[in-house]
């Protein structure tokens, strides 16, 4: 994907999301966290580290 199709695919999602500050989101299947790093940027709280973490400590996780 191309960093203008990246930029407009940002902006199309969050001018739909609107106001997000003070908001958590989940981002799942979130690849290189463009979408979460975005939220973050925006004032929204990120639920997926825990969430990874979580995961990564159940049996046969690993």
């Given at each position: 994907m191309s960093t203008?199709?990246?930029k407009v695919e940002i902006r199309t999602i969050?001018?739909?999301a609107g106001d997000i500050h003070g908001k958590s989101e989940l981002d799942l299947?979130?690849?290189y966290g463009l979408f979460s790093r975005e939220?973050?940027?925006r004032?929204?709280?990120n639920a997926t580290p825990p969430t990874?973490?979580?995961q990564s400590e159940l049996p046969g996780s690993k």
């Amino acid at each position: 994907m191309s960093t203008i199709q990246i930029k407009v695919e940002i902006r199309t999602i969050f001018n739909l999301a609107g106001d997000i500050h003070g908001k958590s989101e989940l981002d799942l299947a979130c690849g290189y966290g463009l979408f979460s790093r975005e939220y973050r940027n925006r004032g929204a709280s990120n639920a997926t580290p825990p969430t990874l973490q979580y995961q990564s400590e159940l049996p046969g996780s690993k």
